[in-house]
C-alpha cells in the first residue's frame, strides 16, 4: 500500500509542478507584509535549463541559497523562498511525510536556516493565516494543484515540533482555531482537496494540541500505537483503520478547539 500511495502522490506531483510560480496564486498574499528580499531561484522547472540538469543531484545543487543571501534574508523573505523551493514537493515522495521532509531539509540550506530562525514560528503562521482554501474554487486545475500543495506544505512545515515550540499557549490555540477553520473549509470541498489535502491540516492539529499538552489527546496516543506512529512521522492513511484513526484525532481537535 505504501508504494501505491507513492506512485498516487508522484502522479500529482508531476501535475502540480508544471506550473510552478515563484509566488502563490492566490490574490491573499496580496494581505503579506510586502518583503522585496524573496529569493528568485535563477533554475525553475520548466525552463530549458533546468530541462538540461542531468540528475536529480544537480537539481538539488542548483537550488542552494548563496551564502551571502543565507546570512541576510529577512525571515518573511525566507518563508516564501522555502514554499516557492523548486523541490519542496520531494517530502511526498517518501513513505511517511516526516521522513521527507527531513530528506528535503537535509538537501536545502534554506529550510535548514528557516528552522533555526528563532521567529520562524511567527512568519510562518502570518503567511499560513492569509491562505484561504477556498481560494482554490476560482482557480483552474493547474494552479489548484499549486495552491492544494502551497497550503499542505506551509501546514507540514509548521507542524514540526522544532517549530512549534516557539509558540506560546495562546498562539498554539490561536493556531489551532485557524487549522480548525481550514479543516471544516477542505471538508466542504471534496471535489478539490482530497486525503493528501485533508492530511496535512489533521496533523497540524494533532502536532498542535500535543505541544499544548491537551491531556485527552495525550491519553490517546499512549494508548493507540497506530495513532501515535500517524502523528509521530506524519504517515498517510493506509487503510480503513488508519482513516478511522485520523477521525479520532479530528473528534479530539474539535473537542480541543472548541472548549
Known sequence: MKQAWCLITLSLLVVACRH????????????????????????KPGSPAWADLQSHDEMI???????????????????????????????????????????????????QELLKRDN????????????SPEAAT?????????????IAHTEVILAQYTVLEQLSAVELKELANVAWQFWEAKKALPEIYGG????STIFLLARVMQKAGYAPFLQFLATDKDAD???????????????????????????????
Open 196 to 199: 493528501l489535502g485533508r492530511e
Open 229 to 259: 506512529y500517524l502523528v509521530r512521522e506524519l504517515a498517510p492513511a493506509q487503510n480503513e483503520q488508519d482513516v478511522a484513526t485520523l477521525q479520532k484525532i479530528v473528534e479530539y481537535a474539535e473537542q480541543f478547539v472548541h472548549r
Open 20 to 43: 510552478v510560480s515563484p509566488t502563490p496564486q492566490s490574490n491573499d498574499t496580496t494581505r503579506i507584509a510586502s518583503t522585496n528580499d524573496v529569493y528568485n531561484f535563477p533554475i
Open 138 to 150: 476560482t482557480q483552474s486545475i493547474e494552479e489548484q494543484g499549486d495552491y492544494i500543495f502551497r
Open 120 to 131: 520562524a514560528a511567527k512568519e510562518i503562521a502570518k503567511f499560513y493565516y492569509v491562505l
Open 61 to 111: 545543487a542548483v537550488c542552494q541559497l548563496p551564502g551571502e543571501i543565507l546570512k541576510e534574508i529577512s525571515t518573511p523573505g525566507l518563508v516564501q523562498t522555502v514554499l516557492n523551493y523548486p523541490l519542496l514537493s520531494d517530502m511526498y515522495a517518501f513513505s511517511a511525510v516526516q521522513q521527507g521532509f527531513d530528506s528535503v531539509t537535509a538537501n536545502f540550506n534554506g529550510l
